[in-house]
Each structure stands twice: as C-alpha cells, then as structure tokens.
C-alpha cells in the first residue's frame, strides 16, 4: 500500500501528509477549470464516434440513464435547470446518429460546468 501511494504520490492525485497518512489532493479551482476543458475537446470527440457507431438498442439504453441523471442533479440547487436539457440534447444527438451535433452537445454542456466551476468559492 505504501508504495502505491508514493508512486499515486507521484503522479499527483494524492498527497503524503506526514504522520497523518495518504489522502486525495485538493484540487485547485482554476486546475479544476483545466481539466474541464481538456474534457470538452476529448469528450466532444469520443461524443461524436459515439454517435457515429450507436446501434438502436443502444441508443434505446439511453433513456434510462437520462432519468438517472435527474435524480443526481435534484441534489444539486439549480444544476438541474441547466443541465438537463444539455444531456436530452447529448441524448437526442447520439439517437439521431448526429457526431456533429453530438460533439457541439457535449462541448457545450462541459463549457457550462467549466463556468459552473469558475463561478464557485
């Protein structure tokens, strides 16, 4: 265990505290914003073969994850107003085999959480 976290340590997610043990590291706002924007062009892209490549019984499956979603989000204040729709589009995009309109979906919804993270404490 020791050696996994050093070599985590390493890599960056977790920290050593000295005689406390390991723990996740706490990631910065702005490092936070980063990452999302390196999600909006790799997702967007893996978003659109997505959409290339589905076939009907799995587009059928997406339905269910859309009310799975709305659940999460119900405890989240305000989230769900935005971020619902953006996932019925994501949704209605891969169903109508669309990889652009898939990949615009996707890159949008991950620029709102981008400025979601911006705008919190």
């Given at each position: 265990m020791r050696e996994t976290f050093r070599e985590l340590a390493s890599e960056g997610p977790v920290e050593i505290l000295r005689n406390k043990g390991a723990r996740v590291r706490a990631i910065p706002k702005a490092e936070a914003v980063e990452i999302t924007e390196v999600r909006m062009?790799?997702?967007?892209?893996?978003?659109?073969?997505?959409?290339?490549?589905?076939?009907?019984?799995?587009?059928?499956?997406?339905?269910?994850?859309?009310?799975?979603h709305k659940f999460r989000l119900a405890r989240q204040p305000g989230r769900a107003a935005?971020?619902?729709?953006?996932?019925?589009?994501?949704?209605a995009a891969i169903v109508a085999?669309?990889?652009?309109?898939?990949?615009?979906?996707?890159?949008?919804?991950?620029?709102?959480?981008?400025?979601?993270?911006?705008?919190?404490d």
């Open positions: 062009v790799l997702e967007g892209l893996s978003a659109a073969k997505a959409a290339e490549r589905v076939t009907p019984e799995q587009a059928g499956r997406l339905g269910a994850q859309v009310i799975r935005l971020s619902l729709p953006q996932h019925e589009l994501i949704v085999r669309d990889p652009e309109a898939m990949q615009t979906a996707m890159q949008q919804h991950l620029r709102s959480v981008a400025k979601a993270l911006e705008a919190t």
